[in-house]
């Protein structure tokens, strides 16, 4: 069993930054691939970006490409999400989520084994 527990969200200008933090309770954290989602109020989950087991391999949105940057510290047990340049569309609830032993990082929602209770991000103008 995996408890993710996500902080850091706030209100940001557009154009600001923010970072989020997901600390994950249990073993094995570093089995992991680790995904950030985000949800706005009347949309579904969307994912946003995935890091795999050890940090090396990234994958991204399009829509957050070269504006966001996840990472990991598997002696923290915790993944982070860098969030420069925001956009008001990038106002929503992200959550961090966690999936047991995949080498494919590009999973839906569905996919994934445990979930933090979100964060709330929003970006005003």
């Known amino acids: 069993q995996v408890q993710l527990v996500e902080s850091g969200g706030g209100l940001v200008q557009t154009g600001g930054s923010l970072r989020l933090s997901c600390a994950a309770s249990g073993r094995l954290f570093d089995s992991f691939v680790m995904g950030w989602f985000r949800q706005a109020t009347g949309k579904e989950r969307e994912f946003v970006a995935a890091i795999n087991y050890n940090g090396a391999r990234t994958y991204y949105s399009d829509s957050v490409n070269g504006r966001f940057t996840i990472s990991r510290d598997n002696t923290k047990n915790t993944v982070a999400l860098q969030l420069n340049s925001l956009k008001q569309e990038d106002t929503a609830v992200y959550y961090c989520?966690?999936?047991?032993?995949?080498?494919?990082?590009?999973?839906?929602?569905?996919?994934?084994?445990?979930w933090g209770q979100g964060t709330q991000v929003t970006v005003s103008s």
């Open positions: 989520a966690a999936k047991w032993e995949s080498y494919n990082m590009r999973l839906p929602t569905s996919e994934y084994d445990y």
